[in-house]
T-cell receptor, first 115, second 119 residues
Framework: AQSVTQLGSHVSVSEGALVLLRCNYS??????LFWYVQYPNQGLQLLLK??????LVKGINGFEAEFKKSETSFHLTKPSAHMSDAAEYFC?????????????FGSGTRLLVRP | GAVVSQHPSWVICKSGTSVKIECRSL??????MFWYRQFPKQSLMLMAT?????????EQGVEKDKFLINHASLTLSTLTVTSAHPEDSSFYIC???????????????FGNGTRLTVT
């Protein structure tokens, strides 16, 4: 079964510093890959996704992620953190062969931004 | 853009009662809606997939008789927690897929969630 691992339940950075949130998937066949952000007591907002094509994907709010097949990774980055980036971030995957198209989520990483 | 409305945003109920949560796609039609459950500071766990016009598909370990899912139309799915107990207290989130985007490339649109507290 497909699974996704997010290393680090908490990541703390200073405002203006680089943000790096890690995500690795388990399957030998690359799945569809997503990053979502969740603010307290809210649903999830899509930051970006990778389905095919260019491996460097740009999303909203200055975030981007790079799909690296050799490393089975899809790490999320942002060059300069802003206070408003503080939230919970979830990496998610979906099997390309799964007709239900359901998403499997990682355990999440809480991003803390220090002033 | 596509919007998913989830109602209520929070609800408190007494143990033994039932609670219904609605999930509506406001400006698109969704053949498939997904229901997730999220415990505090944890990830989202898929409970079931709701298909319009057919029975929901439940994930392993989810009691279908306790969590009743109905997908009445292309814009409405409901989750009813029957005979609720304190351990059912959680954050429930629905999501829907936008048919207009055709293939699987379409992302899921999420509701804002419902916080259920059972006393």
């Amino acid at each position: 079964a497909q699974s996704v691992t997010q290393l680090g339940s908490h990541v703390s950075v200073s405002e203006g510093a680089l943000v790096l949130l890690r995500c690795n998937y388990s399957s030998s066949v690359p799945p569809y890959l997503f990053w979502y952000v969740q603010y307290p007591n809210q649903g999830l907002q899509l930051l970006l996704k990778y389905t095919t094509g260019a491996t460097l994907v740009k999303g909203i709010n200055g975030f981007e992620a790079e799909f690296k097949k050799s490393e089975t990774s899809f790490h999320l980055t942002k060059p300069s953190a802003h206070m408003s980036d503080a939230a919970e971030y979830f990496c998610a995957v979906s099997d390309r062969g799964d007709s239900s198209y359901k998403l499997i989520f990682g355990s999440g990483t809480r991003l803390l931004v220090r002033p | 853009g596509a919007v998913v409305s989830q109602h209520p945003s929070w609800v408190i109920c007494k143990s033994g009662t039932s609670v219904k949560i609605e999930c509506r796609s406001l400006d698109f039609q969704a053949t498939t809606m997904f229901w997730y459950r999220q415990f505090p500071k944890q990830s989202l766990m898929l409970m079931a997939t709701s298909n319009e016009g057919s029975k929901a598909t439940y994930e392993q370990g989810v009691e279908k008789d306790k969590f009743l899912i109905n997908h009445a139309s292309l814009t409405l799915s409901t989750l009813t927690v029957t005979s609720a107990h304190p351990e059912d207290s959680s954050f429930y989130i629905c999501s829907a897929r936008d048919l207009r985007q055709g293939t699987y490339n379409s992302p899921l649109h999420f509701g804002n969630g419902t916080r259920l507290t059972v006393t």
